[in-house]
C-alpha cells in the first residue's frame, strides 16, 4: 500500500459539481514514499507525519479551496494501519474520519 495522508474537512455537498470535485481531489491527499517510510521505525512515521501535518496547515492557512477548514488529518501506513492527527500534528487515541473520495470516470 502507497502511503498517504487524507485531508478530512468534513465537506459536505451543496451544489458543488462532480467535475470541481474531482479535479480538486488531489488537494486532499498527501503522498509519501513509500521507500522512505519503509526504513523508519513506526515512531519515526509517526513523527514524520505530525511534522508534514503541522506544516500543511500553516501553509494552506487551514483550509482547502472547495473543501473547506481543515478539520483533521487521517494517514494511511503501508501496513494498512490508520492514524488520525489533529491540526496542529497531535496524534489522536481512536480513528474517527471517515474518507471520501471525489472521482469522475468516462
Known sequence: ?????????????KGQTIISMAAMEP???ITLHTEEIASLLLDE???KVAD???VHYRESGGCLPLWGKIQYYL?????GTDYQFQTDGT???????????ARMSL
Open 45 to 47: 512515521v509517526l513523527q
Open 91 to 101: 496524534l489522536c487515541d481512536s480513528v474517527t474520519v471517515s474518507e471520501s473520495i
Open 52 to 54: 508534514i501535518v503541522r
Open 27 to 29: 488537494k486532499r491527499h
Open 1 to 13: 500500500m502507497t502511503p498517504y495522508i487524507f485531508v478530512d474537512t468534513g465537506f459536505k455537498r
Open 75 to 79: 494517514y494511511h501506513h503501508i501496513d
